[in-house]
């Protein structure tokens, strides 16, 4: 059979972009690990959150905001958000950056000021005496990430889409405009190869013979720790610290915390570096009146970037018929319900209006040459 579409990974971007595209095509996904969602997306903090990225990453992120509050009838049994929050905390000296927040908040999720002792209220285990100043964003919500996902692989296949996992696409080659993904064990054959491959984009790009598109993934540690005694962690906000990437975020009646590092990385299977936990311990127990006593879980993941922060959806502009959707940084959760259904308008239906907002941002030519610089103007403008 020649499949409409193969798309290459089964993290999120792969298991939308089917679930878009399988309304109208067919689709075969093909997953390396023997479950999808393995890799970053099942690593995420699962928080949205307007005001995080880039300039286009913010766009993308309001957009997506509709699917998430009002997904389409018979998506997902639950809620995909739940309200969190998110307060941000400035020690003494460094109240100056929170003033930043606040500018670049939107009026849809404005950041606002808070008194000191409303933070100390919002979060008991911070320490008074580091906390000079606060803002919270209400906007700030909970992802039910799994349910995301499980609901994108459930609707995909509702809508016809095969999804094979254990298939580690090994080489891709075309022969009279039909593509061959070849496993260890079988072949396969579409018009189109959608490079959903997250940290192996690069990787998966490079077996079309494509030119890279300058991938970086970064390693990110997390850690999971139980909440003083007496913390309502169903009332607590997300908590970030101004003047590092550091956040502590309730997670399940826990607490996760996360050094915020962005360690570039090969493209494999990451795990947490024991100094990087035993800095975020001591960083956690100065910071807040936390004792960490035991750390009950910790993971790593990997979130890709390209140069400029911003995804890359489009077709490779050398190797037809091969469409990016990769670059989806630390904001993959948040942006896939409109990456994938600009992937589809993009391959389906070009013009739509995603295409005239987005496409000339996203591009992968914008990453290859002059226009380059001009999409970062327009993107600034
Ligand atoms: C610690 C951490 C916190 C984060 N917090 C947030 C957050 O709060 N909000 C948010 O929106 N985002 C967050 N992110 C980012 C988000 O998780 C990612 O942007 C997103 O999951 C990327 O999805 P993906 O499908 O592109 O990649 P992945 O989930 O990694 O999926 C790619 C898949 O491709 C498969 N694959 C690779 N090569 C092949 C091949 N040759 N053949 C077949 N399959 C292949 C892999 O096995 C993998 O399953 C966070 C990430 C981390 C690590």
Redesign the pocket.
């Known amino acids: 059979m020649i499949y409409d579409f193969l798309v290459?990974?089964?993290?999120?971007?792969?298991?939308?972009a089917a679930y878009e595209l399988a309304k109208e095509a067919s689709v075969l996904l093909?997953?390396?690990?023997s479950t999808?969602?393995?890799?970053?997306?099942?690593?995420?903090?699962?928080?949205?959150?307007a005001n995080?990225g880039c300039p286009v990453v913010r766009r993308i992120?309001r957009l997506s905001a509709d699917f998430f509050d009002a997904p389409p009838v018979g998506f997902c049994p639950t809620d995909l958000l739940t309200p969190r929050g998110c307060l941000t905390v400035a020690g003494p000296g460094e109240e100056a950056a929170l003033d930043a927040l606040i500018e670049m908040s939107g009026t849809d999720s404005p950041i606002c000021r808070i008194a000191p002792e409303e933070a100390l209220e919002r979060a008991p285990f911070l320490r008074a005496d580091r906390v000079a100043a606060a803002v919270y964003e209400a906007g700030v919500s909970d992802?039910d990430?799994a349910a995301l996902h499980q609901s994108f692989v459930t609707g995909a296949k509702k809508r016809g889409a095969h999804i094979a996992t254990n298939?580690?696409?090994?080489s891709l080659t075309r022969e009279a405009g039909v593509w061959c993904?070849a496993?260890a064990t079988e072949r396969f054959h579409g018009s189109v190869v959608i490079n959903?491959?997250?940290?192996?984009?690069d990787?998966?790009g490079a077996?079309a013979g494509a030119r890279a598109i300058g991938l970086v993934p970064k390693?990110?540690?997390?850690i999971i720790i139980n909440a003083p005694a007496g913390t309502d962690c169903s009332t607590l906000p997300a908590i970030d610290f101004a003047g590092t990437d550091a956040y502590i975020k309730p997670d399940a009646g826990r607490l996760m915390a996360?050094p915020g590092d962005a360690t570039p990385s090969a493209?494999f299977d990451v795990w947490p570096e024991d100094m990087d936990i035993a800095v975020l311990a001591d960083w956690i127990e100065r910071q807040t009146t936390i004792k960490v006593a035991k750390i009950e879980h910790s993971?790593?993941?990997?979130?890709?970037f390209v140069a400029d922060d911003a995804p890359v959806v489009g077709f490779d502009p050398d190797v037809p018929d091969f469409f990016w959707?990769?670059?989806?940084?630390?904001?993959?959760?948040?942006?896939?319900p409109v990456l994938a259904q600009l992937t589809a308008e993009l391959c389906q239906a070009p013009g739509g209006p995603l295409t005239k907002v987005l496409a000339h941002l996203l591009s992968v030519e914008r990453l290859h040459g002059a226009s380059a610089v001009q999409t970062r103007e327009e993107e600034d403008g």
């Open positions: 290459i990974g089964g993290g999120i971007a792969g298991a939308s093909l997953e390396a690990e999808t969602g393995y890799h970053a997306t099942g690593r995420s903090a699962a928080l949205f959150t995080y992120t992802i990430v298939h580690s696409v090994t993904a496993t959903a491959a997250g940290a192996w984009a990787h998966v077996l390693r990110r540690t997390a996360s493209a993971w790593a993941g990997l979130r890709s959707l990769a670059g989806q940084g630390g904001y993959g959760i948040m942006m896939a």
